[in-house]
């Protein structure tokens, strides 16, 4: 699963990084946690636009918006046969932006905390899918994040990772053409990991209410 990450980046170059036209009103995160707002990019069929989206998703035709937090990830093996994310494959796919992500690693002593980032770029995006729930004059939009195996790297500390989509993929995930969903079941599937690195850090993390550089500093 995914459960915790961060976007130590500014706003200038997520920006620039991007290509979006649109000002946000962005601070460094270094403990991103679920039911918190994500910094992520969607298309509107003309141009990208960034915002922020809740972290657990409401399907447009739920009763209940609680069932937001049991939804912050979804299988990317099963994605398209469940009826909460096969029409947002098809059409309500976004991007939701990090430098890095936690995972916890077993070990004798007890859960460790890793930060895990990519080896040669800063920024990247994890693959999102997206959707807008209304309930009387109320709207709530809202986002999970897609996950898989973990490959070679990962599973020595967890047995599932994030999608995380490679640089020149992003825009093709992106775009909002209705595409078949076992299309894009198979985009998803053959994306390739890029390298990874990690390294421990202080178990401040598993408290949502530490979001500081101390967060990400490596533990000695």
């Known amino acids: 699963m995914c459960g915790r990450f961060t976007l130590d980046a500014n706003e200038l170059d997520i920006l620039r990084e991007y290509d979006v036209e649109n000002e946000i009103s962005h601070q460094p995160r270094y403990n991103v946690a679920p039911g918190q707002e994500v910094l992520a990019i969607i298309h509107d069929g003309e141009k990208k636009r960034a915002g922020f989206l809740k972290w657990g998703l409401v399907p447009s035709w739920a009763k209940d918006s609680k069932i937001g937090y049991k939804m912050i990830n979804a299988r990317s093996e099963t994605a398209h046969e469940k009826p909460s994310f096969k029409q947002l494959l098809s059409r309500k796919r976004c991007l939701i932006l990090a430098d890095s ?6 070990t004798e002593e007890g859960k460790q905390p890793k930060r895990i980032m990519m080896k040669d770029r800063k920024l990247f995006a994890f693959a999102g899918l997206w959707d807008q729930w209304r309930q009387g004059d109320n709207s709530l939009f809202t986002c999970t994040i897609l996950t898989k195996d973990a490959d070679s790297f990962m599973r020595p500390i967890h047995d599932r990772m994030p999608v995380i989509l490679p640089k020149e993929k992003e825009m093709d995930w992106l775009f909002p053409v209705q595409r078949d969903i076992g299309h894009i079941h198979q985009f998803v599937t053959r994306i390739s990991t890029e ?8 178990t401040k993390v598993n408290a949502v209410k530490h979001d500081d550089e101390t967060c990400i500093q490596p533990l000695i």
């Open 101 to 106: 992500f936690y995972e916890w690693q077993k």
């Open 195 to 202: 390298t990874m690195v990690a390294y421990d850090v202080s």
